[in-house]
């Protein structure tokens, strides 16, 4: 729900498996409970999070055993659902972000229709992005297409060429070069994408990847991020007088339903000299 809307605020916790696309569940319950994007939650740090990132899409379920989950119960229903659009994630990202966000389905009925998942569906034609979200002055360069965003979560098909790498052998994988660019480009959108004006200057701090697996370059790829930053930092006087801001971005690149790569970006942002 956007701030200032007239509708009453909905909690977290839902009465039905069918009230939303992804469906928070204790884990003792998953065998239980039928549904198309069930996502296993410990304990409340864990919903909060989840919930942050899926923001109007989720909601927690715990059906009649409530009483058994009394701290997720309270949380749930004391809490408006997850950080809405328009407001920060003010803490440190979890220890286990990548796992967290791993639970979230790539391919799901928000995304649906939106983005290529398979080679057959990569058959249509890719819309790249504006290249100013991603600071390129040539569409060429850019290297994300079919923008989605699934609450909080900024999904983006990925583009494994371009004319500014070239290496010196033909490869059956993408090159690591190349993946850490779409990291990169997929961390700056997505803060444009929450608020970030275009004539500011970003500044990246800190990038630590992790990669698990080959990523091929004939098969559709994912690029996913969740920024930290959200659009009140950036309302006067804050476009004004130039403020810096810091932030975090979780980046992760999924293929055929695995993640491949995954890892942390850290930047500041300023307002540029005129």
């Not at 715990?62 to 994630?89: C, H, M, S, Y």
Request: hydrophobic letters at 40%; a negative charge; one cysteine or more.
């Amino acid at each position: 729900m956007e701030p200032g809307s007239s509708q009453p605020e909905r909690r977290v916790r839902v009465e039905s498996p069918e009230a939303v696309a992804f469906l928070l569940v204790p884990e003792s319950l998953l065998p239980e409970v039928e549904h198309p994007c069930l996502i296993p939650v410990k304990d409340v740090e864990e919903a909060e999070f989840l919930a942050a990132v899926l923001q109007e899409h989720c909601g927690l379920y715990l059906g009649t055993r409530a009483a058994e989950f009394r701290e997720l119960a309270e949380w749930a229903d004391a809490t408006p659902l997850g950080v809405r659009v328009g407001g920060p994630w003010r803490k440190d990202p979890p220890e286990n972000i990548s796992e967290l966000l791993a639970r979230v389905p790539v391919r799901n009925a928000v995304s649906e229709g939106r983005q290529a998942f398979s080679e057959e569906e990569q058959s249509r034609p890719l819309e790249r992005i504006d290249a100013g979200l991603v600071h390129k002055r040539d569409p060429a360069n850019v290297l994300l297409a079919n923008a989605c965003r699934v609450g909080a979560l900024q999904q983006f098909n990925a583009v494994t060429e371009s004319p500014e790498f070239h290496f010196d052998h033909p490869s059956e994988h993408v090159q690591g070069m190349l993946l850490t660019e779409l990291a990169r480009q997929a961390s700056i959108a997505t803060i444009h994408a929450v608020g970030l004006p275009r004539d500011w200057a970003l500044i990246m701090t800190r990038l630590s990847l992790e990669f698990r697996h080959f990523v091929r370059n004939d098969v559709p790829v994912i690029i996913r991020t969740f920024v930290s930053f959200r659009l009140p930092e950036w309302a006067e006087p804050v476009r004004s007088v130039g403020r810096r801001g810091r932030m975090w971005i979780a980046v992760q690149g999924w293929q055929q339903d695995i993640c491949c790569f995954s890892g942390l970006l850290g930047a500041h942002s300023a307002k540029a000299a005129s």
